[in-house]
């Protein structure tokens, strides 16, 4: 059955999962206030770094099923279901900031001329589908169903998760709704979580709290085990071998980063906070992810004495590999904090190093991976891009003035870097050392 969708928002959640939609056959318009964003779509480029997301967007604007628009009354002109898919940042507390939710319904409000389903896919607090069914009826006398269907999608394999998604959670107040999105979810073939609004409001900060909260966990056993000479990546495997356990999200590094584990871990403790609730597990969760990253720069500055004066060469700027997402990233935190103890930097991302250069000040990047580490006295490895997993490493030792490499994401194998003469200093293992 095909259906008239439109998506509000153009980020990555409303980008991909308005083509994903489109892409099973349904006719979707992606609306955004954003006029240089619609203007690129319209020309056929993306305003983010989303592998294959080009070409999907291609293929369904080709087919007619895929348009893009500034103009909202369009959008929803044939519209059955309408998707809210804008940004929730953070205000300072760490509430989620609702302004463009708001604005949003109130202009749906205005826009209604026929019933149609007002869908959140944003990761809003519980209690928002409330909120914005008030705003629209303040506005509007047509019959409407509010509902929340939350997003999982990762960045940087983003479509796949969408097109395989393990779950679609929906959130509805009548069967008339729920009908309607289980049936729009069919062809995804998935397990439809079926609740009300506030249960499918709450399993996405759940689940991105429990996520974050495994990657603390990891992270903690990993501090211990550089104590007491035990290996974390083993301990993770033989955790994860227990299926009670899972192998997945058991990789210790320097903590998470990007827009959604931050920003949601901050959101759910405010959530809590106001029903009275104080969620201490998640709120160490966040206090050892600020810790964990600023570990790399004590590694750093315990293998070369003190960064005073020292040259680094740093691979990776993005939170994550395939990705140019820089949002609440690592490596934002650990080069001000290197260079505030005084030593250079030069940084190498094959996409994320514009969007780097505007959040770090002065930030010196390098277009040539080599040349990255040249005379360098340290190499920190931030991002286990498959470039920085690929390295030569015996090119890598020739190009630099020291010997010292610090990693963040566990990504080379112990005994290669001792026979190649390194120090070598890595995230809950032994430190190699060649001294
Ligand atoms: C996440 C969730 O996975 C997704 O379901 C949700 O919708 C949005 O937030 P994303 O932010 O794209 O997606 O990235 P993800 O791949 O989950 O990684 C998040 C961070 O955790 C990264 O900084 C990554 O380096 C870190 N991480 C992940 C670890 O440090 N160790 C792990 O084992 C896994």
Redesign the pocket.
């Given at each position: 059955m095909t259906m008239n969708i439109c998506v509000i928002g153009t980020g990555y959640v409303g980008l991909v999962s308005g083509t994903c939609f489109s892409d099973i056959g349904n006719n979707v318009t992606c609306v955004d206030l954003d006029e240089r964003k619609i203007k690129m779509l319209e020309d056929g480029e993306i305003p983010i770094y989303e592998p294959g997301l080009k070409e999907l967007v291609a293929k369904n604007v080709q087919a007619g099923r895929l348009s893009f628009t500034t103009d909202l009354a369009k959008g929803m002109k044939d519209a059955e279901v309408v998707f809210i898919a804008v940004g929730t940042p953070p205000k300072e507390n760490g509430e989620a900031d609702l302004t463009y939710i708001k604005s949003v319904a109130n202009s749906i409000g205005e826009h209604l001329e026929k019933y149609v389903v007002v869908v959140t896919k944003s990761t809003v607090p519980v209690g928002t589908g409330k909120m914005i069914k008030d705003i629209i009826k303040s506005k509007s006398a047509v019959e409407f169903d509010v509902a929340s269907n939350p997003?999982?999608?990762?960045?940087?394999s983003a479509i796949y998760d969408t097109q395989n998604m393990d779950r679609a959670v929906i959130g509805v107040e009548s069967k008339r709704a729920g009908d309607l999105l289980t049936k729009l979810h069919e062809p995804f073939n998935t397990e439809v979580v079926l609740t009300n609004i506030e249960t499918a409001e709450m399993i996405k900060y759940a689940?991105?709290a429990f996520?974050a909260t495994k990657?603390s966990f990891i992270n903690e056993i990993a501090n211990i085990c550089e104590q007491v000479d035990a290996d974390v990546t083993e301990v993770a495997k033989g955790m994860g071998l227990d299926p009670r356990i899972g192998e997945k999200?058991?990789?210790a590094?320097i903590?998470?980063?990007?827009?959604?584990?931050p920003k949601d871990t901050r959101a759910i403790i405010q959530i809590a906070e106001q029903a009275n609730y104080d969620f201490k597990i998640v709120k160490s969760v966040e206090d050892v992810n600020n810790a964990q990253r600023l570990r790399l720069v004590d590694k750093l500055a315990k293998a070369l004495g003190s960064l005073k004066g020292k040259h680094i060469g740093v691979f990776g700027l993005a939170?994550?590999p395939n990705t140019d997402d820089m949002r609440d990233a690592p490596s934002i935190d650990i080069i001000k904090e290197i260079r505030n103890q005084g030593a250079t930097v030069l940084a190498y991302d094959p996409v994320a190093s514009e969007n780097a250069k505007t959040m770090i000040d002065q930030l010196q990047v390098s277009e040539d991976l080599y040349g990255t580490v040249k005379d360098a006295d340290a190499v920190l490895i931030l991002t286990e891009w498959d470039e920085v997993k690929g390295l030569d490493l015996t090119k890598v030792k020739e190009m630099m003035r020291g010997h010292v490499i610090v990693d963040g994401r566990n990504v080379f194998d112990l005994d290669t870097v001792k026979q190649l003469g390194f120090y070598y200093d890595s995230i809950g293992r032994r430190v190699v050392n060649n001294n």
């Open positions: 997003e999982f999608l990762r960045e940087g689940s991105n996520l990657i999200f058991l990789q590094g903590g998470y980063g990007g827009s959604c584990f939170f994550k």
